[in-house]
């Protein structure tokens, strides 16, 4: 069965400073995985995926993540933080009916 | 502005009303999802339906009932609540259907929080 582990529920960061959330993934086939972001009272909006046509995805907000298969990680980084990344953040794998396995999620507050 | 819109976005009912929960997406997607995501928690995958057909269920208990009425629309019919099914419904959809075109992302709508008294 496909998961992923992200590890740390609370991140914090200055504002400006590097934005760093880790995703370890699990999977038994070729993995898709998706970060999406979800604002206080909205639903899930996707940052970006990886669907094997380039290691390094670039996403929406700055955002962008690195597959590594020998690491079986996809972290998401952006460079430079700002207010409004304050969110929830989870990482989720496809599995083979299409199901996402969601981690259990990073709250990123953001200190002025 | 979400592509996938819920209605309403919030609703408070008793644990003896009937009500129903509403989602509708003109992106002609095929697969439409039903999950419940409590606070500070994932969501949970409820129901799925592919070409308009039940595919999955994961073990949902029978006082939440999905319809499918069409390609677009989907309905999440509620009896007998109980204090613990509070939560935001969250429905999405995703271009393929099950079992296939996994790459395609599932597009989230902003859900119903829904409070049961």
């Known amino acids: 069965a496909q998961s992923v582990t992200q590890l740390g529920s609370h991140v914090s960061v200055s504002e400006g400073a590097l934005v760093l959330l880790r995703c370890n993934y699990s999977s038994s086939v070729p993995p898709y995985l998706f970060w999406y972001v979800q604002y206080p009272n909205q639903g899930l909006q996707l940052l970006l995926k990886?669907?094997?046509?380039?290691?390094l995805v670039k996403g929406i907000n700055g955002f962008e993540a690195e597959f590594k298969k020998s690491e079986t990680s996809f972290h998401l980084t952006k460079p430079s933080a700002h207010m409004s990344d304050a969110a929830e953040y989870f990482c989720?794998?496809?599995?083979?009916?299409?199901?996402?396995?969601f981690g259990k999620g990073n709250q990123v507050v953001v200190i002025p | 502005d979400t592509e996938v819109t819920q209605t309403p976005k919030h609703l408070v009912m008793g644990m003896t009303n009937k009500k129903s929960l509403k989602c509708e997406q003109h992106?002609?997607?095929?697969?439409m999802y039903w999950y419940k995501q409590k606070a500070k928690k994932p969501p949970e995958l409820m129901f799925v339906?592919?070409?308009?057909?039940?595919?999955i269920n994961e073990s949902v208990p029978s006082r939440f009932s999905p319809e499918c009425p069409n390609s677009s629309l989907l309905n999440l019919h509620l009896h007998a609540l109980q204090p613990e099914d509070s939560a935001l419904y969250l429905c999405?959809?995703?271009?393929?259907?099950?079992?296939?075109?996994?790459?395609?992302?599932?597009?989230f709508g902003d859900g119903t929080r829904l409070s049961i008294l």
């Open positions: 992106m002609g997607h095929r697969a």
């Open positions: 339906y592919s070409y308009e057909k039940l595919s």
């Open positions: 990886y669907t094997s046509a380039a290691t």
């Open positions: 999405a959809s995703s271009q393929g259907g099950t079992g296939g075109l996994r790459n395609q992302p599932q597009h």
């Open positions: 989720a794998v496809s599995d083979q009916d299409n199901r996402l396995a």
